[in-house]
Nanobody, 119 residues
Framework: QVQLVESGGGLVQAGGSLRLSCAASRSIFSINTMGWYRQAPGKQRELVVVIRSGGTTNYADSVAGRFTLSRDNAKNTMYLQMNSLKPEDTAVYYC?????????????WGQGTQVTVSS
């Protein structure tokens, strides 16, 4: 199992920046896949970016070039640097960890952090 705690959300004007953090309760080396998702009001949760254990990342087209995922392995923490924010980036952002086993996989989620971008 793994517990995830997000922080760093807030209110920012369009064009501004925020950095989200996701602290894990275990070594992130041991986690197969981690990522950030977001859910806007009235919409389904969507993938923002995922990083696999080998280090490869995949960004949603809507954030590519503006958002950057990074990790601090010593702190067991993943970050999402968000630049050039747009009002449509407004959502609750969730940290995700996926652990694989012989039985399949289990997804773990943080509590979410609100990001609001004003126009």
């Amino acid at each position: 199992q793994v517990q995830l705690v997000e922080s760093g959300g807030g209110l920012v004007q369009a064009g501004g920046s925020l950095r989200l953090s996701c602290a894990a309760s275990r070594s992130i080396f041991s986690i197969n896949t981690m990522g950030w998702y977001r859910q806007a009001p009235g919409k389904q949760r969507e993938l923002v970016v995922v990083i696999r254990s080998g280090g490869t990342t995949n960004y949603a087209d809507s954030v590519a070039g503006r958002f950057t995922l990074s990790r601090d392995n010593a702190k067991n923490t993943m970050y999402l640097q968000m630049n050039s924010l747009k009002p449509e980036d407004t959502a609750v952002y969730y940290c995700n960890a996926r652990l694989l086993s012989v039985y399949g996989f289990n997804d773990y989620w943080g509590q979410g952090t609100q990001v609001t971008v004003s126009s």
